[in-house]
């Protein structure tokens, strides 16, 4: 997560005013100067960080503590609310036009991520409108562009309309336009070309393809890695072509995030999306208030939820679940459930998303080897089904068999019989809602008593693991409704059977 550090700083300077029974004006600057320190190591612009923290102080100061809010918790919800705002306040979803087709230019320098991002576009969008898109290839002066959206879209299944590199980009585009509206694509996301350095010759050609097609979004790709460079970038792009919208890529890497809080309250733009991982489904829509709760360590259960939703199999889901609590769950049941663990991105970045977890002590530690996942399927794969079915007769002889089978060794196979064990075991207590026993189920019974992890309590009745106050009153009674929601909807399907 980009935000890594800035998380860390903003949550070291909310635990210094902790457990004060009042907040002094002493006390809100020192921490208005820990903060305007964290966001400059972060690499937010200068005028953006002075505003920030201008609007917190006069809030602080200003501000009657509620009645359920002691005053830490009244500073970190104004810090909430200002990083929501300065991140843009509202989602900005993509525009769509009356009449088919609804077309989206990307627009960037070279090597920001544009015809990726065409792809993870092209994927986002079949999978949330069933869309028909064709993808125009405008790019035609870096090498081997045309092939990379050509490869994207035999992986998508969706056209790639290209005309080679020796045609010019305006020309490319009013042919591929025309083919989208003749076999009636919902659809059209034009791959421009991009440069090294923002030039007349790029934001001629630019222009001549917006005057030509009139798109209904215009959407500016930025490095997250590149720092201040992409908020002048954008405003480069802004005041030439009146950019629509702003997608934010890399924001996994090790970057400071900064760019993220500069480029809304200096371009005015609203950021649509972030490129969070290298699979085309990496991508997410940008929800300010989301991110922010993120940046200042309280979890994403929301994006979480969406998450598991989308890249989860619901029918097997259901079924895994019968599974677990008839106590049948076997090594068929634990490979699927390591492929959409898998899907769902590495498992330090889903842990954070958990309210709380963020907290936990060494969680930068916490690492999960994806060649640890492909040993696992090996070893299962080279089970007899009979063996999958019923682990229970996995004796010594037959695991020497499947360990010489897998190319592993014995142990290892051991090794991947108890960590399975485990899972199972995590499962039935999850369900029995004792996420303590969860934690010790895994093999982590040191999470399971460390500050910060939320003790979740036995048989449903968790303490509120969102903090005090009404947010975290709202949080709390989120969580209790969706846990009893998940078990009425258990119990109806069980009666049909």
Request: proline share 3%.
């Given at each position: 997560m980009a935000f890594e550090g800035l998380t860390r700083r903003l949550q070291q300077v909310m635990k210094?005013?902790?457990?004060?029974?009042?907040?002094?004006?002493?006390?809100?600057?020192?921490?208005?100067?820990?903060?305007?320190?964290?966001?400059?190591?972060?690499?937010?612009?200068?005028?953006?960080?002075?505003?920030?923290?201008?609007?917190?102080?006069?809030?602080?100061?200003?501000?009657?503590?509620?009645?359920?809010?002691?005053?830490?918790?009244?500073?970190?919800?104004?810090?909430?609310?200002?990083?929501?705002?300065?991140?843009?306040?509202?989602?900005?979803?993509?525009?769509?036009?009356?009449?088919?087709?609804?077309?989206?230019?990307?627009?960037?320098?070279?090597?920001?991520g544009k015809t990726t991002f065409a792809g993870k576009l092209a994927q986002h969008l079949i999978e949330k409108d069933k869309a028909r898109p064709l993808m125009i290839a405008?790019?035609?002066?870096?090498?081997?562009?045309?092939?990379?959206?050509?490869?994207?879209?035999?992986?998508?299944?969706?056209?790639?309309?290209?005309?080679?590199?020796?045609?010019?980009?305006v020309d490319i585009v009013r042919s591929g336009l025309a083919l989208a509206r003749e076999k009636k694509n919902d659809y059209v996301l034009i791959d421009t070309a991009g440069r090294l350095h923002i030039?007349?010759?790029?934001?001629?050609e630019l222009k001549q393809i917006k005057e030509l097609v009139h798109p209904i979004e215009i959407l500016l790709v930025v490095d997250a890695m590149s720092g201040q460079d992409a908020v002048n970038v954008a405003q480069s792009f802004n005041e030439q072509l009146k950019i629509t919208g702003v997608v934010i890529t890399k924001l996994d890497g090790d970057t400071r995030g900064g760019v993220a809080l500069s480029i809304r309250s200096i371009t005015?733009?609203?950021?649509?999306?972030?490129?969070t991982g290298e699979k085309l489904t990496d991508l997410e829509i940008f929800h300010p208030d989301r991110m922010s709760s993120r940046i200042l360590g309280m979890g994403d259960m929301l994006s979480l939820i969406e998450k598991a939703?989308?890249?989860?199999?619901?029918?097997?889901?259901?079924?895994?679940?019968e599974k677990m609590r008839e106590s049948t769950f076997d090594f068929n049941d634990f490979i699927d459930q390591l492929d959409q663990m898998s899907n769902m991105g590495p498992m330090e970045d889903l842990i954070k998303m958990i309210p709380g977890m963020n907290q936990m002590p060494n969680l930068d530690k916490v690492k999960v080897d994806s060649k640890d996942v492909v040993k696992k399927r090996a070893i299962i794969l080279s089970m007899t089904p009979l063996e999958r079915e019923k682990p229970d007769i996995l004796t010594p002889s037959?695991?020497?068999?499947?360990?010489?089978?897998?190319?592993?060794?014995?142990?290892?196979?051991?090794?991947?019989?108890?960590?399975?064990?485990e899972a199972k075991k995590a499962m039935q207590m999850m369900m029995k809602g004792d996420m303590n026993k969860m934690l010790q189920g895994m093999g982590m019974e040191q999470m399971s008593n460390m500050p910060g992890v939320p003790n979740m309590g036995r048989k449903g009745n968790m303490p509120n693991p969102f903090g005090g106050g009404i947010k975290g009153k709202i949080g709390e009674f989120a969580m209790k409704s969706m846990m009893k929601r998940a078990q009425k909807q258990f119990k109806k399907k069980k009666k049909k059977r």
């Open positions: 210094k005013i902790r457990g004060k029974g009042k907040v002094s004006e002493a006390d809100i600057k020192e921490m208005m100067r820990e903060i305007r320190l964290a966001l400059l190591e972060a690499d937010v612009a200068l005028p953006v960080v002075k505003e920030f923290t201008l609007n917190v102080k006069k809030r602080a100061i200003g501000a009657e503590v509620l009645e359920t809010l002691n005053p830490a918790q009244q500073i970190v919800k104004i810090v909430d609310e200002e990083l929501t705002k300065t991140l843009g306040s509202e989602t900005s979803e993509l525009q769509k036009s009356l009449k088919i087709p609804t077309i989206i230019m990307m627009v960037g320098l070279q090597g920001v405008a790019d035609v002066y870096r090498p081997a562009a045309v092939d990379q959206l050509k490869t994207l879209g035999k992986q998508l299944s969706v056209p790639v309309f290209d005309m080679g590199v020796d045609k010019s980009p030039d007349e010759a790029l934001m001629d005015g733009t609203a950021i649509k999306f972030a490129s939703k989308r890249e989860f199999d619901e029918k097997k889901t259901q079924k895994m679940t037959r695991r020497r068999r499947i360990a010489a089978g897998s190319g592993n060794t014995v142990v290892e196979v051991n090794k991947m019989i108890k960590s399975f064990n």
